[in-house]
């Protein structure tokens, strides 16, 4: 018995020494991320249903210097995809829908025969992009399914192409879904999801809250970004810019799901462990139904993208304003990755950094942490800064490219945002620093 336990032991002891030396290289990554601006969040990632690296870096509210926590609650934007994708697979399997039924039959005033409920599931439906919202909200008041559905259903605008024969990205479509929940559940959205998802999955403190409702929740991460015109970090939903936010936080089934990476974790693994649909259902919800038309070849699913690099992939993201989520999941290998941020603005985010550089440290066991951008951290403080301070910050990138990046592309697009912006001194001295042989 004492050999027996011996074998075991050295047999164990590599694979436990290699998981530690993996979790000290992800928190040396997430730490530097997070001391150079480039993450503020919460993460959690997993390997075979087991944690391998959780963390929590960053302030929930910046003004009281309220430090988040490991069950504090994001808006999670379009990651609530996922659970409206499984909700129709839920009635399909309890013979109440069928996917390839017609979104017409359950929805009588929905004016498009032609779409089924699978071509909403896999953004195929042709529904126009612009009835999102109806035109000219206020958006100082919170927008309804009901309001957004009802302009849709009086408009009847035309589709934008035949449904199945493409596919383009609609938020329209997974509300269209949420009131198909609904009809044929006979439950409101929010209850159907708590009854049948949120609880039998173990998400205790996931749930579905607008603007008004989140501010009677405890611990709760506020959205923020860092605004180039003011030079500071700002809370999106008050810039007039994002005003929108307010607006749209009212409607569900393509978004507005808080949550929290401990809860997303669970529900993971309810769905491995078959808790909340059948292997046969998650496989359908996985597969690659139909093209992204993006340029990295990815796939649509049902409420998921569906990757094919380095192996298959399945993702579910979302962001908005202040706020970036992404559950990025190696189903056949099991290994998981979730994070959540709550400081995002899409064009000053290093978030597309973060899985290149996990996949480093969990397939190759190699530690690169990503450089920061030239074009990003120039964007920072091109309106706000002199002219001097400008020059002084190119000087130190050029002077240090174990640490920059000089991504090009990104500085010309800055360079041209200058000169729309009558900053053309600065335009000029960019393009004079960074031109050829500089």
């Known amino acids: 018995m004492k050999t027996t336990k011996l074998i075991f032991a050295l047999i164990l002891f590599p694979a436990l020494m290699q998981a530690q030396?993996?979790?000290?290289?992800?928190?040396?990554?997430?730490?530097?991320?997070?001391?150079?601006?480039?993450?503020?969040?919460?993460?959690?990632?997993?390997?075979?249903?087991?944690?391998?690296?959780?963390?929590?870096?960053?302030?929930?509210?910046?003004?009281?210097?309220?430090?988040?926590?490991?069950?504090t609650l994001f808006n999670t934007g379009s990651v609530s995809k996922a659970f409206t994708a499984l909700a129709i697979q839920q009635l399909a399997e309890k013979d109440q829908l069928k996917l390839t039924g017609k979104a017409q039959k359950y929805l009588p005033e929905f004016a498009y025969p032609s779409v089924t409920v699978h071509h909403l599931l896999i953004h195929s439906s042709g529904l126009p992009w612009e009835y999102q919202m109806p035109k000219d909200w206020d958006n100082s008041k919170i927008a309804t399914n009901e309001e957004v559905l009802k302009?849709?259903?009086?408009?009847?605008?035309?589709l934008e192409f035949t449904p199945g024969e493409q596919a383009?990205?609609?938020?329209?479509?997974?509300?269209?879904?949420?009131?198909?929940?609904?009809?044929?559940?006979?439950?409101?959205?929010?209850?159907?999801?708590?009854?049948?998802?949120?609880?039998?999955?173990?998400?205790?403190?996931?749930?579905?809250?607008?603007?008004?409702?989140?501010?009677?929740?405890e611990n709760v991460a506020k959205g923020y970004l860092f605004y180039p015109f003011t030079g500071r970090y700002e809370e999106a939903i008050k810039l007039d810019k994002f005003s929108s936010n307010y607006a749209i936080s009212g409607l569900y089934g393509d978004g507005n799901v808080y949550s929290t990476t401990e809860d997303l974790f669970s529900f993971c693994k309810a769905l491995k462990k078959e808790k909340l649909i059948s292997k046969t259902s998650l496989e359908i919800?996985?597969?690659?139904?139909?093209?992204?038309?993006?340029?990295?070849?990815?796939?649509?699913?049902?409420?998921?993208?569906?990757?094919?690099?380095?192996?298959?992939?399945?993702?579910?993201?979302?962001?908005?304003?202040?706020?970036?989520?992404?559950?990025?999941?190696?189903?056949?290998?099991?290994?998981?990755?979730?994070?959540?941020?709550?400081?995002?603005?899409?064009?000053?985010?290093?978030?597309?950094?973060?899985?290149?550089?996990?996949?480093?440290?969990?397939?190759?066991?190699?530690?690169?942490?990503?450089?920061?951008?030239?074009?990003?951290?120039?964007?920072?403080?091109a309106v706000t800064s002199s002219l001097?301070?400008?020059?002084?910050?190119?000087?130190?990138?050029?002077?240090?490219?174990?640490?920059?990046?000089?991504?090009?592309?990104?500085?010309?697009?800055?360079?041209?945002?200058?000169?729309?912006?009558?900053?053309?001194?600065?335009?000029?001295?960019?393009?004079?620093?960074?031109g050829p042989g500089r």
């Not at 979790?23 to 730490?31: E, I, K, T």
């Not at 209850?191 to 929740?217: C, D, S, W």
């Open 21 to 71: 030396d993996k979790a000290a290289m992800l928190d040396s990554l997430f730490q530097t991320m997070h001391q150079r601006s480039q993450f503020n969040g919460n993460v959690l990632i997993a390997d075979q249903g087991e944690v391998l690296y959780q963390n929590s870096l960053g302030y929930a509210h910046r003004g009281k210097q309220i430090a988040l926590k490991e069950n």
């Open 285 to 381: 919800a996985f597969e690659k139904h139909i093209s992204t038309g993006d340029q990295y070849g990815n796939s649509y699913g049902y409420g998921w993208t569906i990757s094919g690099a380095p192996g298959k992939l399945v993702q579910r993201g979302g962001e908005l304003p202040g706020y970036v989520s992404d559950i990025i999941w190696d189903v056949k290998n099991d290994k998981l990755l979730i994070y959540l941020m709550n400081d995002y603005l899409a064009y000053l985010s290093y978030n597309r950094r973060i899985f290149p550089a996990y996949a480093e440290v969990v397939y190759s066991n190699q530690l690169k942490i990503p450089k920061l951008q030239a074009s990003i951290e120039l964007t920072k403080i």
């Open 151 to 158: 302009n849709l259903y009086s408009k009847k605008p035309d």
């Open 388 to 434: 001097e301070e400008m020059k002084t910050k190119i000087r130190e990138i050029k002077n240090h490219p174990e640490l920059y990046q000089t991504d090009i592309g990104g500085l010309k697009f800055l360079v041209k945002k200058l000169q729309d912006l009558g900053k053309k001194e600065k335009a000029d001295m960019m393009m004079k620093m960074f």
């Open 168 to 217: 383009n990205y609609s938020n329209l479509g997974y509300m269209v879904l949420a009131e198909i929940v609904e009809e044929v559940s006979g439950e409101g959205f929010e209850t159907y999801l708590q009854h049948y998802i949120f609880e039998p999955a173990g998400m205790t403190r996931t749930a579905i809250y607008n603007a008004e409702e989140i501010k009677e929740v």
